[in-house]
């Protein structure tokens, strides 16, 4: 089931997902807020099931009070009161402006995703404090849910790559820019190219070669750099794709990729699981 409400797009898994999410007497509920640079995307977390996800624009200048009626709104339309927050970010101006708007609408104080929480992992990387919150969420979702070692690749606005070894340690990844981000940069950048958007078809034109560019393109990066790792590691790897574009880009891979539209919101799961007083 999808709808859309007050210019938040929102999704339900099922029928019976639908009901679960409205009984908070039985189901004790999670709100997961995950802040990114285009989107926040919201979860209701029963334990370790994603009962409902939703999603706003990322609008720097809004106020507390906009997000906390925005919440509110939504909130009220699936009939849920949470019991419990936690807030993922990236985007630092925003952080403490939605995790004071779940504050009000929940009087609970909302954890916050960060290096510091015990995760399962132990990070050996430079400088642990600067690893995106979102990365410490998929990389600890894929520690408890996939064989390790293993390399998350999520695809957003920027698509990050996380290496999770077989001794649960977070070694860091690779950063490079969104296909959508990729695909805006060259139509804005160039004089003759129209506007495009990510599809698989057969190359007979300018728009149809740039998209087989970005789409087979970034298809072969994710092998090779997978590649790369496993020879690094000296182990078989297991790869793990998540993000809307994900199901698009998979075709196009010549080694298996696990898709997981959940995975950011399976590790929110875990951490709060894991750090809850």
């Not at 070694?171 to 698989?200: C, D, M, Y």
């Not at 078989?236 to 994900?246: I, N, Q, S």
Request: with cysteine; net charge positive; proline share 6%.
């Amino acid at each position: 089931l999808r709808r859309e409400l007050c210019g938040v797009a929102l999704s339900l898994s099922n029928g019976k997902h639908c009901r679960v999410a409205k009984d908070t007497r039985f189901y004790p509920m999670i709100l997961a807020v995950d802040i990114g640079n285009s989107n926040i995307c919201i979860g209701g977390l029963d334990g370790m099931k994603v009962l409902f996800t939703a999603r706003m624009v990322t609008r720097p200048r809004c106020t507390g009070d906009e997000y906390t009626a925005e919440l509110k709104f939504l909130l009220g339309r699936l009939g849920v009161t949470p019991e419990a927050v936690i807030v993922c970010s990236v985007v630092p101006d925003l952080t403490k402006v939605l995790a004071d708007a779940c504050t009000r609408l929940t009087g609970r104080k909302a954890m916050l995703v960060s290096p510091a929480l015990n995760t399962g992992l132990t990070f050996a990387v430079d400088a642990p404090d600067r690893v995106g919150r979102d990365r410490i969420a998929d990389a600890t979702a894929a520690a408890a849910h996939y064989p390790l070692p293993c390399m998350t690749v999520d695809l957003g606005t920027a698509t990050t790559y996380n290496v999770i070894s077989s001794k649960r340690a977070f070694l860091g990844g690779f950063i490079l820019p969104g296909v959508q981000t990729s695909l805006r940069a060259i139509s804005s950048g160039t004089a003759q190219l129209p506007p495009i958007s990510p599809e698989t078809p057969d190359g007979r034109n300018t728009v149809e070669c740039l998209n087989n560019g970005v789409m087979f393109g970034t298809a072969a990066m994710l092998d090779g750099l997978a590649a790369r790792v496993e020879a690094e590691l000296g182990e078989p790897l297991t790869v793990v794709a998540t993000g809307g574009l994900a199901p698009c880009i998979m075709p196009c891979c010549t080694r298996k990729v696990i898709y997981d539209s959940d995975l950011l919101f399976k590790g929110l799961a875990i951490l709060y699981s894991k750090n809850a007083e």
